[in-house]
């Protein structure tokens, strides 16, 4: 999130393309929910109707990206707690895996957007009717399998939830208790266990935007060699950065994505405390940037920091924990085993694919008709 004169933006990236199979304004498959705390609330919340999902809090706003049913009961738009469409959302989706909701600063009051938390989640999109608040149900695995449901479920529904079909409830759904999300952000905490809806209610945590860093410090230079934002520059604007998953094996792979920064700026990203150049990357129109970079397989174990550096905007930082490289599948492990490597790679964003592999596990498929 970050602000652009008398406007915010809200940049979510996805870790695949973006597809608009039926014509949406950029997307319309997809639907994206920003929630914005209200101030430090722990008062379990619902999300808005149709989710089957709650906050770890009150939210003052709902911001939807929504690119297919604008007009729709619940389409794109800025919503209050009451669910009252208080503001208008302008959607600019770059088909490579980035999704850009504008609201006019205006629609905020005086809220401090940037101390504040965010949930940002991720539902299939639905046309009036198919189900509730513009939402389409997650039912069973069995269901989307076709076992004792219409045929249209399996190639245009997701599965992986709770329930059935059925044409006599407005939620189009026999067991609410589930999640209708693919994705959610949980930050550090496992996305398996917080979208696990066995064990109860999937409640969301919130996340706070890391700022770039102050003058100084970043442990691994000098003080005062990092500069921090321009000092005359718009204080409601300054380049944040956010790291899928937060910890990664040496010699793995890692998405950086940020936001705030010069329009098409050259970006270098680079890994500390010993500094390694990792990749060249460049913000969109919009000022953002999703990129995918290797941590060299000598990085010692512990705790890193991530810096993104533009010319003009100077820079963000995010921290990173590397883990010891994994050993090669076949090769023995000092207990005497085989040690086969599975490595999951998780996308804090919007974006906008889920899937945990735990216990247990919700992995979901979505496919969709028009």
């Known amino acids: 999130m970050y602000r652009d004169g008398d406007l915010v933006r809200f940049v979510v990236a996805t870790g695949g393309e973006i597809h608009n199979p039926w014509g949406g304004s950029g997307m319309s498959t997809q639907r994206v929910n920003i929630y914005v705390r209200d101030g430090s609330s722990a008062a379990v919340t619902p999300m ?17 990206a929504d690119g297919r049913y604008a007009d729709a009961a619940f389409g794109g738009g800025v919503y209050d ?18 999704i850009v909701a504008t609201v006019p600063a205006a629609v905020f009051g005086g809220s401090d957007l940037a101390a504040t938390g965010y949930q940002v989640a991720m539902f299939s999109d639905a046309e009036d009717g198919e189900g509730v608040g513009n939402v389409r149900p ?63 209610p999937v ?29 005359g520059a718009d204080p409601g ?42 990749a060249l990357a460049a913000s969109d129109a919009w000022g953002a940037f999703s990129t995918v970079v290797t941590v060299p397989r000598d990085t010692p174990p512990g705790a890193h920091r991530i810096e993104v550096r533009g010319a003009a ?42 899937g945990a592999a735990l216990r247990h596990v919700r992995s979901r498929l979505e496919r969709h008709r028009p």
């Open 81 to 98: 707690a009451d669910h009252r469409r208080v503001g208008a959302v302008t959607l600019d989706v770059d088909p490579s895996g980035s």
């Open 313 to 354: 905007s100077g820079s963000a930082w995010a921290n990173l924990t590397v883990t010891a490289a994994a050993a090669p599948t076949g090769t023995l492990a000092v207990t005497g085993a085989d040690v086969p490597i599975l490595l999951l790679t998780a996308l804090a964003l919007l974006a906008l694919v889920a």
């Open 138 to 200: 997650i039912y069973s695995a069995q269901c989307a399998q076709g076992i004792e449901c219409p045929d249209f479920v399996g190639p245009f529904r997701g599965g992986g939830g709770a329930g059935s079909f059925t044409d006599q409830d407005p939620s189009r759904d026999t067991d609410t208790s589930d999640s209708n999300a693919f994705d959610l952000f949980t930050g550090a905490r496992s996305q398996a266990e917080v979208m696990d809806w066995t064990r109860g």
């Open 237 to 278: 604007t300054f380049p944040t950065i956010a790291i899928a998953g937060g910890t990664v094996a040496a010699g793995g792979k890692l998405t950086v994505t940020g936001a705030g920064f010069a329009p098409t700026e050259s970006l270098q990203v680079t890994l500390h405390s010993d500094p390694v150049d990792l």
């Open 203 to 231: 409640i969301a945590p919130y996340l706070a935007l890391e700022r770039a860093a102050d003058p100084g410090t970043d442990p691994g230079t000098d003080p005062g060699t990092d500069p921090g934002p321009d000092p």
């Open 48 to 64: 808005l109707p149709g989710t089957n999902t709650f906050t770890e809090g009150a939210w003052t706003y709902a911001i939807v």
